[in-house]
């Protein structure tokens, strides 16, 4: 086959977690976008067989492009390189400040506790940041054959994510060809008005976009409906003397729910607001917090309002931050047994290990206590079991126990960083040059199908040719991929 530049998947193709997107520019040529690890039911699809292992080629791919650092698209990174990848890791700059972080903690989890190796391998990782600014052309490649370049946009999901502009051209084809063909990785879109993050911007043009789906069949609240409802839960804790145990991710999700409680805090007439203990139970959540303080010029223009007013939106009187285990202990113990209200921050995001578990092995079979849920729950995670049996008092396994649900479990979906279907359809249809073709990935069948549905709808309205294709019919395998 020499039908160039063709894009294959080897994760999030058909799941919400472990993307790694192949853009094939030659036989002998491609680019690699996020190299994520699976997680919860995706772990056991066909294409996650490759979660502890790279098994695809490497030795053509002349750059590893990160559209942002969560896991579940740069935890495959180790085996990446473990495998030879010797190329570069571009990013943007805010980007290239937390990766390390992420690796290092990953590397803690499921490689080695020896601090020297950890060290050499992030010594190697640092070596390969290509870190570029947003909207400026970074060159892969220009020679005789190709000519590559890439550009990075403010997706709006976490503080340095980057949808991803690619323009081909195949100097050595013999056609004439006026302008680069350009393909558009969106990563993960963030929804609009996200706490400290400006809002995603589509591109000018594309031929072809890569787009995530993970919300493709559903709408989110509005941010001031999501407010309310997140003060409400908090309202109800002050008068239970429970705790609202808001499991999340230690990156992203955290310092969004910091800066919302910041703003709640401050405009408070409830005194037992202002003495409401706001607790972060995680030192790799304050780790990044503190690193998010550092980005302040990647911050948009309420957060800086907020500085310029004299508040810290990630630093202010009510919060803590727990940081070695037998504190973790105590301050479990203390709220378990204490009626004095508070809310807990703690990952993991979907409940599927870390600190968060403790709390929810105590607090679960308590009805003054709340879990909130502020992010997407993977089918197959604990996040997901107690989201959809809590409601009804059923129970959830955790850590082999089974856990009967008593505490209220409440959803707030607005706080999702994931754009929905409005924000997905925004960032097709606001282009001032529509593409040709959409190739949906990162969602669960469902919000695909939804997706694909509004796509060709507004697609026939606006009298475009459009194809809408599915990641799950093109996944990767080493076959399509060996030279002949």
């Known amino acids: 086959m020499d039908d160039y530049p063709r894009i294959l998947h080897h994760g999030g193709a058909a799941g919400v977690t472990g993307s790694c997107h192949r853009l094939q520019v030659a036989e002998d040529r491609a680019l690699l976008i996020d190299c994520g690890l699976f997680q919860g039911q995706d772990a056991d699809h066909l294409d996650s067989l490759e979660q502890h292992t790279v098994r695809f080629p490497v030795e053509d791919v002349l750059a590893l492009v990160v559209t942002h650092v969560h896991i579940d698209h740069i935890g495959r990174l180790p085996y990446l390189l473990a495998a030879g990848y010797k190329g570069p890791i571009v990013c943007s700059v805010p980007s290239s400040r937390l990766l390390p972080l992420v690796i290092e903690d990953a590397l803690k989890i499921g490689f080695t506790r020896d601090r020297a190796l950890i060290e050499r391998f992030l010594e190697e990782v640092e070596s390969r940041l290509v870190a570029i600014d947003y909207k400026t052309w970074h060159t892969v490649i220009d020679d005789e054959r190709h000519r590559i370049k890439v550009k990075l946009q403010r997706a709006g999901h976490i503080l340095g994510s980057a949808y991803v502009e690619v323009d081909t051209k195949d100097k050595a084809s013999g056609q004439r060809q006026e302008k680069c063909q350009r393909t ?4 993960d879109l963030g929804a609009p008005h996200a706490p400290l993050l400006p809002a995603p911007k589509p591109p000018y043009r594309a031929d072809v976009v890569v787009l995530e789906s993970t919300y493709g069949d559903r709408l989110h609240e509005d941010r001031l409906h999501r407010r309310n409802r997140l003060k409400a839960a908090i309202d109800r804790a ?13 990156i992203g999700r955290t310092q969004e729910l910091l800066y919302e409680l910041e703003g709640l805090i ?14 972060v139970d995680s030192p790799l959540a304050a780790r990044f917090t503190e690193v998010y303080r550092e980005l302040k010029p990647w911050w948009d ?8 007013s004299g508040r810290h939106p990630l630093s202010f009187e009510n919060l803590y931050t727990v940081d070695d285990h037998s504190a973790h202990e105590r301050t479990v113990e203390y709220l378990t047994e204490s009626h004095r209200p508070a809310v807990v921050i703690a990952a993991s995001g979907m409940a599927s290990g870390g600190r968060v578990v403790n709390y929810l092995k105590r607090m679960l079979g308590d009805e003054r206590h709340c879990v909130l849920f502020t992010g997407y729950q993977a089918h197959g995670t604990p996040g997901r079991d107690i989201q959809r049996h809590g409601p009804t008092g059923g129970w959830v396994a955790l850590d082999g126990q089974r856990i009967d649900i008593r505490a209220r479990v409440e959803t707030v979906s607005g706080y999702s960083a994931h754009a929905d279907q409005h924000d997905l359809l925004n960032f097709v249809r606001r282009m001032r040059q529509w593409p040709r073709e959409v190739r949906l990935v990162h969602g669960d069948p469902r919000a695909q199908a939804a997706l694909k549905t509004k796509l060709l709808e507004w697609a026939e309205g606006a009298g475009h040719s459009l194809e809408v294709t599915l990641g799950a019919q093109h996944i990767a395998s080493t076959l399509l991929l060996e030279p002949a």
């Open 184 to 187: 558009v990785f969106s990563g």
């Open 238 to 250: 002050l008068e239970n003397g429970g705790t609202v145990v808001i499991p999340a991710f230690s």
């Open 266 to 279: 401050h405009n408070a007439r409830d005194q037992r607001w202002r003495e409401l203990e706001i607790i």
């Open 301 to 308: 223009a309420e957060a800086h309002n907020r500085l310029r």
